[in-house]
């Protein structure tokens, strides 16, 4: 072979190498993260730009971030400039503005960890992008369906769930035929109470999920037992099984699962990290397909919610119809106040 050729097939390789680098690079997914003041920030962004990911965490790297924070909570107060430091260290881009993370990514990870935001930032970054709302999806019930509403008027995909839903402890369970159909299920983990959130939003949201999971939807009534050492909520579901979660105040903190068949029983423990989930969450910016029904996570939050009215109400039964038409007319009201015009 001649050197003239050598150097035109050595030219051509490295043109097509270059081509088919630009090219991978393209096909990546840029995902901006709304709110820097949880822990999840830092885990979520070490796995998906992680050189040695694989999967759909290869397809997404983490880009740019909007600080956010709440100057009311101190889990966000006080974490806040920790994390932004840590998370620009990473080569994270910081912006000031919502408007400016939309602009500069494909997905976004809505994390801010105070849900009584996340509604008033769901509005902004609603773009068509697919969006996932980390835990608690929102402050209330209201504010979760107006976050699904206004997801449906914009075209924009979005998912939200407890990372404990695809640890491998649950996934072994919803997969183990051997018991036979589900006749119900009792779910358990530690319960700490944020109080501008219902009870169970901030971390029992962790225990009802996979409850939902496992027991799919159909709830109908909801019942509340309080005592200092734990919290327990039952819920009756359409078919006549029965589903509950204990929220531990005190004690062992670890989380647990049983299941109980038609052909026996199953138990499963403990958590496997948050890698499950990320895959998920990366699987769905790819495909924009949420791997949770809007109206499963609806009814996750009408359960929670219904929990603390049954709490009021001394431990009686709550419908679950009756939170969801509550949340409805809150939301009329907010249409109403947002169309009605200014009194001159």
């Given at each position: 072979?001649?050197?003239?050729r050598?150097?035109?097939y ?6 097509l ?5 630009a ?6 997914i840029?995902?901006?993260?709304v ?6 920030v ?5 796995l998906?730009?992680n050189?040695q990911?694989t999967?759909s965490?290869?397809n997404?790297?983490v ?13 966000s107060?006080?974490?806040l400039p ?8 990473k ?6 503005s919502?408007?400016e ?7 976004i990870?809505?994390?801010?960890v ?7 930032q769901?509005?902004?970054?609603a773009?068509g ?13 209201a504010?979760v369906?107006?976050i699904?509403?206004f997801?449906e008027?914009s075209?924009t995909p979005?998912f939200s769930?407890?990372?404990?839903r ?7 369970l ?10 119900g299920?009792e779910?358990?983990?530690?319960l ?9 939003f901030?971390?029992g949201?962790?225990g009802?999920?996979?409850?939902f999971?496992?027991?799919g939807?159909?709830?109908e009534?909801?019942?509340?037992v309080d005592?200092k050492?734990?919290s ?11 589903g ?6 005190q004690?062992?903190?670890?989380y ?5 068949g ?8 403990g958590?496997?990290?948050y890698?499950?989930?990320?895959r998920?969450?990366?699987?769905f910016f790819?495909?924009r397909?949420?791997?949770v029904s809007?109206e499963?996570?609806?009814e996750i939050?009408a359960f929670?919610?219904a929990?603390d ?21 809150e939301?009329a009201s907010?249409?109403?106040?947002v ?6």
């Amino acid at each position: 072979m001649t050197l003239r050729r050598v150097i035109f097939y050595t030219t051509l390789v490295f043109a097509l190498g270059t081509c088919c680098s630009a090219l991978a690079k393209e096909r990546v997914i840029r995902a901006g993260i709304v709110g820097c003041d949880t822990s999840h920030v830092i885990a979520f962004t070490d796995l998906i730009n992680n050189p040695q990911a694989t999967g759909s965490l290869a397809n997404v790297e983490v880009t740019v971030a909007f600080p956010g924070g709440s100057d009311d909570l101190p889990a966000s107060r006080d974490r806040l400039p920790n994390f932004v430091a840590q998370i620009r260290k990473k080569g994270v881009s910081i912006v000031d503005s919502l408007e400016e993370l939309v602009d500069q990514c494909d997905a976004i990870l809505l994390e801010s960890v105070d849900g009584r935001v996340h509604f008033e930032q769901f509005k902004v970054i609603a773009q068509g992008k697919p969006v996932f709302i980390d835990k608690p999806a929102a402050a209330s019930l209201a504010q979760v369906m107006g976050i699904f509403s206004f997801a449906e008027a914009s075209q924009t995909p979005v998912f939200s769930s407890s990372s404990l839903r695809f640890v491998d402890s649950v996934r072994e369970l919803a997969a183990d035929h051997s018991i036979g159909e589900t006749l119900g299920c009792e779910t358990s983990g530690p319960l700490s109470i944020e109080p501008h959130h219902p009870d169970l939003f901030w971390y029992g949201i962790h225990g009802v999920e996979p409850l939902f999971t496992l027991m799919g939807r159909g709830c109908e009534t909801v019942t509340r037992v309080d005592s200092k050492s734990s919290s327990v909520v039952v819920g009756k579901w359409r078919d006549g099984r029965i589903g509950s979660y204990r929220g531990l105040k005190q004690g062992g903190a670890n989380y647990a699962f049983t299941v109980y068949g038609t052909q026996g029983v199953a138990h499963r423990a403990g958590s496997s990290g948050y890698e499950p989930a990320v895959r998920e969450i990366c699987d769905f910016f790819a495909t924009r397909k949420p791997p949770v029904s809007r109206e499963e996570t609806i009814e996750i939050f009408a359960f929670m919610e219904a929990a603390d009215e049954s709490k009021r109400r001394g431990g009686g039964p709550v419908p679950i119809a009756e939170m969801i038409e509550r949340a409805e007319r809150e939301m009329a009201s907010w249409k109403a106040t947002v169309e009605s015009p200014d009194d001159p």
